[in-house]
Structures are given as C-alpha cells and as structure tokens.
C-alpha cells in the first residue's frame, strides 16, 4: 500500500498523541537510583512531578515531589518514620518487581511491591501518582494509595484512612494531627494522639450519615474549582455530598493539592501557569474558623493554654506548671509542685492554694470530672481539698472538678458566654524544695505497714481480753439470764436475716438514718467513682464491714423503678464481682450497700507503689477473675449486662487479692437509653471503644474494649495515658504497644523486669485483639478466658486501629 498524505497525517497524530499525552517512558526492571548524581530520580512526563531520593536535612529519603521552577513541595514519603538513610544508599527496581531500598545497615527495605500480579515496569505519573504495572500497564501498586498528608487531584481517600501531618515543614516524619475520612462520611480534623471523640475534633465536614451499609470518599478532583468533595460511592452516580473549594478560580494547566500541614491545618492549593506561562501557588481553601490556630485542639499541648498576639498563636502554662519541653513549648506542661499526702481522698489544704484565672475556654469535659450541687464561693475550697481535683469552675449552679492532665484550653480575649473563671490548684512547694524536707522527715516516721500492725495486735489483746471478762462474768450470772441474751440475739438475727452470716439471695432495704449511722455520719471516704462517693462502715455492731455508695449524679426516676433495677443486680452473684447486699431509696436519696473490699482498688495495686506491684503470675491471674466476671456478666446471667465503664478504679481487690468487678448494672440505672451516642457519652475517656462516638448501636463488646485496654494496663502497670512522655509515641499505652509488638521489642516495655516472655506476649496479643476499632474484631469475653488460660491458641492481631497509623 502506498503512503497517502492521509495516510502520514494519521501516523504523525498517533505520534504526538503518544508523545504527549498518552504515556511517560516506563521505568524498566533493574532500573536503579542513589542519592547524588544524575540518577536520583525519575521524573513525570512534563517533569512536574518526581519520584527518588530527596534531602530533608541530615541524610535522604525516598519520595515523590512537585516543582514549581526550582521550589519543591514534597507531596509523598515512603516509610516517613524511618530514620534518613546515607548517600552510599540505592533504590532498585529488582528484577522481581519489588521496589527495594539497600542501605549499609541491616536487611533492604522494601517500598513498594504487588501480590496482585507480574510487575514489568514502573512510571512515575503526571498526575503525581507512582506506579508498578504489568505489561498492559494495568496499576498493581500506587502510591496514591498510601498517602501521608497530601492529596493531588485525582487522588481519593477511602473512608476508614486519613491524613497525618508532618512533624514539621522540613521533617516529614508523622506529625501531631490527622484528616479523617470516617465510615459514616464525616472528614474529621483530630489531634493524632486523642480518643477522636467529638470532644477532640476541632473541624468536621459535618456529613455524617446514619446507617452503616453505605461508603463514602474524598476526592480530589483535577478539573473542578471546587475540586476537594465528599462522594457517595454507594451510589451509582457518585453523588456529590459535598465540596469546597473557589468557583472563581480560573487556572492553566492546574494541579490541585489539598494538605495537612503540621500545625494541623488542612489547606487546599492550585498550582498553575500565568499569562506568562509561570508556575504559580494559590491557597484556595481552608477551614475558616482555623484562621486562628488556637481553634486547633491540641495546637498547645496538656496543661497549656493558647493565646493569639499580633496574629500569632502563643502557648502558655497553666498557673503551677512550667513546660515540659522548654525548646518546645508546643508540647505542653507539667506540674512544678509535688503533690501532698492524700489521706482518704482528702487533700491537705494548707499545701495549696486557688489560683483563679478569668475568660477561660473550658476544653475537653470528657476528661475525669467530677460535679457538685454547692454555692459558687465554695467551690474552689471544695477542690482545694480534694486530692483528684487540679482545677474547678462554676457552671449552671454546679461545681465542676477536673483532674489533671487539662486539654484544649483557650483564653477569651473578652467576656464572652462560653467564658469562665477556672480555679486553677497550686502547690506552695517546689518540686525541688519539698524533695529535700521529705528526706528529711523520712527517718522520723515508722513505716506504715508496722504501724498498723502494731495497732491490730493492740486490737487483738483488747478483743481478747474483752471475752476472758465477758465469758467471767457470763458465768457469773444466771442461768437464766444467758438465756435471755440467746433469745435477743437470735431476734436480731432474724430482723436481719441472714445478711452478711450467710450467702443469701435478698436484698435488704436500709433507712438512711440506718446507713448514716452505719458510716458514722459518712465519715470516712474510701473511694470515689463515676457514680458517687464510697464510705465506710460497719453493720451488726461492728461485726460486718460494708461499703455504702451514695449516688451523686443519677437521672430522676421513681423508687420503683429503681428498686427493680436492685433486684435485677442482687440477683447476679460470681465470686468476682462485688456482691450488693441491699440499697436505700428515700426520696432522692438513693445508696447502694455493698460488701467491703478490704485491699482497695485495682488502680492503687497496679499504679502505686512499684515495691507492692503484683508478679507475672499474679497479673495473669488478676485479668482472668476480672474476664470471669465479665463473662458472667456478658454470657450467664439472665439479661446481659454491659457494663459501660470498666476500668481499674472499678475493679477492688478483697482481702485474698481476688479481683471483683464492682459497679456493674449501674449505667443501665444511670444512662437509660444506651444507644445515645457523641455527647452522651458516659464511661471514662482512654477507656472508651470507639463506637461509642459512632452511630451504632453499643454492645457488650464496648466492654471488651474496655478490657484490653485495662488488661495492658495491669500487664504494663501503666496508665493508658501518659502525658509527659518526652516521645508522643508512648503517650497513649495502646498504641505503643501495638508498635513495640509488630517491632517485636515488646521487652523495651519491661525494661528491667524479669519476664515470662511467652505469657507477656500471650497477654499483649489478646489485649490488642479486644482493642481492635471492629467491634466484630475483638473476641467474646469467653474466648478472652480461654485465651488466657492457654486453652485457645492466640492469633497475631492486627493493628488495632488501622486509621491511626
Ligand atoms: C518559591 O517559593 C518562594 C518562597 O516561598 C516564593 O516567593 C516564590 O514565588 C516561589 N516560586 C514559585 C515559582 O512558585
Ligand atoms: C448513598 O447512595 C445510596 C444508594 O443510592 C443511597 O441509598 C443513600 O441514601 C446515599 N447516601 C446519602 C447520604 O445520600
Ligand atoms: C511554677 O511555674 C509557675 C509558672 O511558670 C511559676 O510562676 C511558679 O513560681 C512555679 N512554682 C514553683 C513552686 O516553682
């Protein structure tokens, strides 16, 4: 066939079309970079966008950046939270596909690889997006598919991923907040490491949507001016729910690019030609009200508080803490007092005094409070006294009483309505100078342990000596008169029935002129929990000690139905779960009477003093009695009971160490309708499953939840949450477990324990299969017991939150 003119002007279009728009060159197999030379990257077709070493300051990391002439904005990082590696470095296309990094140390590092198919080549995109494909170019890997904190146009974020910000704009290592594309089509801004509660978001798209069956996604669009959009994937047109962006904006040759940037901001940007055809940058969009960066919750991290001079976010320390970091005062505060001896949960108010602070935001009330129905003079002496108490403020006729550590903080720069004056607790001692004088006063003092022993020896010659008299002068009298005293005392038995002398069934009913003089007048405070106060006391003259829990805060209901909800808890007996032995329901006054625990809480044993700290065994053993419980509660009694707030101020010990669960049944007493969801939320923050800010509905796997995290706790003896840790990795236990685990360095966690390292490890992988995000993940409390037992094999657990990580 002879060459048409026709027949030319098709082939030279097939060619332009192929050289400019179809294809880049791919990237062949055995293909190679290092960090210096002409081979340090692989550049896009319009050589917009580049893929290879990159160098952030000491060393090189691997990525993809975009070039507006010769500035870069690195959009994508791999493995961000590894350490950069030396110029000597080399990143290969192996001849099997796989994208390696080959360094001096250790094994190669492997960036990106496919299981789906044959990988023939690789191609770094216009779009931004690198690729491997097969021979058809079909996309087996992409790195859009794994984002840090950028997205560029055509790029989607799937619901249950997110966003992280950097450390900084030079460090792209993860940062301190993260976009969320959630399940029920709400794009969230949270600080990272927070329970992402709606007390932690500080903007939100505000599309959320009930029912679970249907995905949603962000998108970002590269045609569109409004290019950054929520979309229904559930539906077949890809409906648009939402979308933001400048419907202004006109632009040649526009790449959208929506970021997180590390001071937790998300900002959408156009790069585009001019009329002269220059590269040129345009913020098109950013939440508005974090035009102040002091509406970024954590912006100041605890015990701080954010003020805005001359435009610019300052963090400052709440009265009695100074920064934990100095060089860093993003990082939050510490206390710079040492506390006084708590001695039954009164504190020694001559120690401290209030220091009052005027137009204060109050953040985050999900954090431990409790509230008290007294006059508004007295509220700052009520915390003074109060051992848990760090701060307090006045609200609709209630005083509020926060423990430390404080979040979200914000000071007015005028009154407004959301203002309020909180009283802030501070030492009068420093840190350092009350060190000193309690080594010196040390020595003076006997060691508790043989104080009270000494006393309960004194107790027992009295008690003894008591009977020798008795029994004399018994014999002394008449026959008839022993009699007597037989009679009355089997009266008094019968009036009591058996309570307290034998397992019984029946609730008693008390007056509360009865449990008042029980507990001297409410006397000694042993305990404080979420529903009320715990006092001591004693029944049958002193035969029988008992625990009276006077609710504080409980919705009003009638005594009927309250005394019903009794019945249905007496009913539940297991050897680990503190047993109700009756109640009271005078008017509003509402008391619970339980048996007593002498050895406390669970918290003092696993928290307080490291010398008491149970071993190995015992902790093994502790978790499995609070797991039997539960299981009874969950799997044996007649209705299943969730218990909503189990945690180890909630678990006592008795006086075999045995752990008993207590307060169960309560939040059904005091959160009728347990479906409610967000705000309503009740149970202690750190320990709360997430679901509870979800739209689903609450089911006994809440607890197991709830469990794990407990059960980390007493493996670790460590709270869930610390705060001043220096390393935000191990603020939140959970999370640094699940790290030290996948690293396999979960013995950085025992640091100078000897330890059982099969048990330590059985006990972590079921702690972060009841912590999984899943409510279906997470096993039944049955399987808990076998698991910890020995019985059922543990499998490897996933990460427990994928979206955190
Ligand atoms: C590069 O960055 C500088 C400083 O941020 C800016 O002034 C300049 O306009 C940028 N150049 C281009 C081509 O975007
Ligand atoms: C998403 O699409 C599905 C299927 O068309 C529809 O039933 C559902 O209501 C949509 N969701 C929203 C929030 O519009
Ligand atoms: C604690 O810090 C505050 C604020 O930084 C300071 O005013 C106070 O004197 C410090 N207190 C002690 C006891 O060091």
Redesign the pocket.
Known sequence: MATTPLNIYFLLLVYFLCETVVFAEPIPLRSSLSPLGPNSSWSSNSGRFKFGFYNPSDGFKVGIWLLDGTNKTIVWTANRDDPPVFSNAKLVLTERGQLSLRTDQGQPKVIAHSNKGNVSSASMLDSGNFVLQNESLHILWQSFDYPTDTMLGGQKLHSGSQLVSSSSDTNQSSGRFQLSMQADGNLVLYPRYSGRTAYDAYWASDTTYHGTSFKYYLFLNNTDPQPLCIVNASSSNSEILWWRGDSSFKGNKTIYRATIHSDGVLRLYAHFDNADGKHQVMKLWSPPDLDNLCNVNSFCGFNSYCTVNDNQPYCN?L????FTDPSDHNLGCKR??SEAECKGGKDNATSYFMYPMEHMRVGDLDLPYTEEDILEGECPFSCLQDCFCGAAFYENNRCKKQELPLRYIGRETQVSSSSYTIYFKV?N??LRSNNASFSISEPDQPPPIKTTSKKAIKVIILIVLSFVILLCSAVAISSRFIYKIGVLSYKRLLETGDLGLSEGTTLRVFSYNELKKATHGFKQEVGKGSFGSVYRGTLHKGRKLIAVKRLHRFIEEGEREFQAEMRAIGKTHHKNLVRLLGYCAEGSKRLLVYEYMSNGSLEKLIFGDSTVRPDWDERRRIALDIARGLLYLHEQCKAPIIHCDIKPQNILMDEFFRAKISDFGLAKLLMPDQTRTFTQVRGTRGYLAPEWNKNTPITVKADVYSYGIMLLEIVFCRKSLVVNMLNPEQIVLSNWVYKCFARRELNKLVAGEEVDNSLLENMVKVGLWCIQDEPFLRPSMKSVVLMLEGVTEVAVPPCPSPDST
Do not use: L, V
């Open positions: 320390c009265p009695g803490t100074d710079n007092f030492g001692q420093s």
